[in-house]
Structures are given as C-alpha cells and as structure tokens.
Nanobody, 125 residues
Framework: QLQLVESGGGLVQPGGSLRLSCAAS????????IGWFRQVPGKEREGVSC????????TYAASAKGRFTISRDNDKKTVYLQMNNLELEDTAVYFC??????????????????WGQGTQVTVSS
C-alpha cells in the first residue's frame, strides 16, 4: 500500500523560508504526478504546485509562482517544496498527493489517488 508522509512544517516569520518534504513508500514510478495542496479551516483545499513526468514538468499556482520551488529525488522517493519569502496568507496545512498517470491539470485535487496526513505551516510575526 502506497503511503505519503509530509514533514518540514513549522512556525516561521514573514519573509522566512521552509522546505517541505513528501516521502513515499510503496510502489511509485518516475512518471507519477506529485502535487502539493494546502487548506485553511473553512476553505477548500487548493493546489499549490505539482511535478510530473520523467522530465519533471512543474506547475505553480499564481500564489506560489516566484516564491515556491517544487523538486523531486526519485532515488529517495521524495518530493520537496521549497517555500521562500513566506507570507501570512501561506499559513495552512500542507498536503502532498500522488496520482499514477501524468496529469495535465495537476492542481485539481479530485484527480489524485493518495494523500498524506498533512503538515502545518504557520507564518506569524
């Protein structure tokens, strides 16, 4: 059974940085799509970034573009989300998710099959 475990969340001041990790166990493929999503209480979960295909094609939500970088280490079965210049509005629980095929619309949460338990990111002064 495939499992995803996020780590790296925490408390950071505005302008600070965090690197989230999403480690997969079980059968995965280099062409899998891995997405990062976030959710705050009372709001829908939203896509932040995703990476897919053997070439590692990336997509970013407008809110993440220029500040966040997604990357993957296939040998470690781990996907990272480097978050720089964090803002108060980035406070949320961050989830990673996996879909086996290559997803063109990879910021859509309904297309993913497996989810991690989430890691809290709090940006506060």
């Amino acid at each position: 059974q495939l499992q995803l475990v996020e780590s790296g969340g925490g408390l950071v001041q505005p302008g600070g940085s965090l690197r989230l990790s999403c480690a997969a166990s079980g059968v995965t493929h280099d062409y899998d799509t891995i997405g990062w999503f976030r959710q705050v209480p009372g709001k829908e979960r939203e896509g932040v970034s995703c990476i897919r295909g053997t070439a590692g094609i990336t997509t970013y939500a407008a809110s993440a573009k220029g500040r966040f970088t997604i990357s993957r280490d296939n040998d470690k079965k781990t996907v990272y989300l480097q978050m720089n210049n964090l803002e108060l509005e980035d406070t949320a629980v961050y989830f990673c998710a996996l879909a086996s095929p290559y997803l063109t619309s990879c910021l859509r949460m309904d297309l993913y099959d497996y989810w991690g338990q989430g890691t809290q990111v709090t940006v506060s002064s």
